[in-house]
């Protein structure tokens, strides 16, 4: 019997390129590797990649994308209003004609916005369980970025479509702990009414990487490397100014950026008005999969995220994804972040404060040692930290919300038995 047609189908929507969104492409690929029939509706990316244009329908890794005319593009607010309006007409539109062919079992919303989840309205009275899967704190985001009191007419507004997508879901997740106690907060809920399913790396693509040589990896050079978005959360300019006055003392550094973003014209700017243009190096962009083989060649990791209302709830990714490649990582003191890294773990700086990173960096570059240890104790991180240790939790609230308690009791035992 085939398997697919046992399990159901499940449809998805995001506002996002699919094959970009790592925690998407992660519960998608998964689903369909599980048998579940899985139909990841999208916006497309904001340009051309090599030219190329993205086909509307494709199928990869057994996951079918159905991309809706609309481009995510950064932009202005009145940009991100009309995206996030289109998205929910067109999905919803989109979605319901998928349902009425396939029969979806699931119709797992992505946020943001979190009124996406109006898109999967007619799916779920027509019998599929709806579950909006919360990955930013959209009120605190905005209130960040755009430097916004709380008492703003715009964040009220973001705040009360929050709590609409959170009530119009039948179940939620979200992507870490203190997320999930925002979350209950504003819903008015108890915390382990929300599930949670971390954004830890897939050891397909980042496997853990043992070095054929104690740190530091290069010779001639100390290679520090950001991958990542560049946008104001970000404060690479942090770096930057940090970097400018280390120079000085450590002339061997050099500062890699794997990224892009609104901001990157405006680092590379600064880095070439403090004397360091020559010291920092754009790389081109890459492939998902590729972007462990950039790790490689670097020898320290850095995030360098401000903290604040958005800032403590956010969790970053790249510093595990650094630690499988057995790179030591520099990181801002946020909330969540200490939260889940222990101090013996990582090389902590003040958040937005670079003569603070300045001293780190020195202290790294200085003492090989301390270096050493820190990637050591790293290590022992990455038995829970990772995708496959998160599989199980999926699968099971999958289990819950269709009822395949004995099609997949015999999956769990499985992928217990795989790790």
Aim: aromatic content about 8%.
């Amino acid at each position: 019997m085939d398997k697919r047609k046992v399990l159901g189908s499940v449809g998805m929507l995001v506002h996002a390129c699919y094959l970009r969104d790592a925690r998407v492409r992660r519960q998608a690929e998964f689903l369909a590797d599980e048998g579940f029939d899985v139909h990841v509706v999208s916006a497309k990316s904001a340009s051309r990649t090599n030219g190329c244009v993205e086909p509307n329908y494709e199928i990869v890794n057994k996951v079918h994308i159905h991309r809706l005319p609309l481009r995510k593009k950064r932009g202005s607010k009145l940009r991100y209003v009309f995206e996030f309006v289109s998205m929910t007409i067109l999905g919803a539109w989109k979605i319901t004609l998928l349902h009425l062919r396939k029969k979806f079992k699931v119709v797992h919303i992505h946020n943001m916005p979190d009124f996406l989840v109006v898109a999967g309205l007619i799916s779920r009275w027509l019998g599929a369980h709806l579950v909006l899967d919360i990955h930013d704190p959209m009120s605190e985001l905005f209130q960040q970025t755009y430097d916004m009191k709380e008492s703003h007419p715009m964040i009220k507004v973001i705040k009360l479509q929050e709590r609409l997508g959170y009530k119009l879901a039948e179940s939620l997740l979200t992507v870490s702990i203190p997320m999930a106690e925002n979350i209950a907060k504003k819903r008015g809920c108890a915390v382990d009414t929300i599930r949670v399913l971390h954004n830890f790396p897939n050891l397909k693509l980042f496997p853990v990487h043992e070095r054929q040589k104690p740190w530091p990896y290069n010779s001639n050079n100390i290679v520090f490397l950001y991958s990542g978005t560049v946008t104001e959360h970000y404060r690479l300019d942090t770096a930057i100014r940090a970097f400018a006055m280390v120079s000085r003392q450590i002339p061997n550094i050099r500062f890699q950026i794997l990224g892009d973003g609104n901001r990157l014209q405006e680092v590379l700017v600064l880095a070439r008005s403090l004397g360091i243009g020559d010291k920092v190096e754009l790389l081109q962009s890459v492939s998902q999969d590729k972007v462990k083989d950039v790790m490689r060649k670097v020898d320290v990791g850095i995030t360098t995220h401000d903290s604040g209302v958005f800032g403590d709830l956010y969790f970053s990714t790249k510093i595990i994804e650094f630690m499988t490649q057995g790179l030591p990582v520099i990181s801002s003191r946020t909330h969540t972040i200490d939260k889940y890294i222990p101090e013996d773990s990582i090389v902590y700086f003040v958040p937005g404060n670079a003569e603070d990173l300045a001293k780190q960096i020195i202290r790294v570059c200085t003492n090989h040692e301390f270096v050493r240890e820190k990637i050591s104790n790293s290590r022992k991180l990455l038995a829970k930290y990772t995708w496959q240790g998160e599989q199980g939790k999926f699968l099971t609230f999958y289990e819950e919300i269709m009822g395949l308690h004995h099609i997949l009791k015999q999956k769990r035992s499985e992928i217990s038995n795989s790790r």
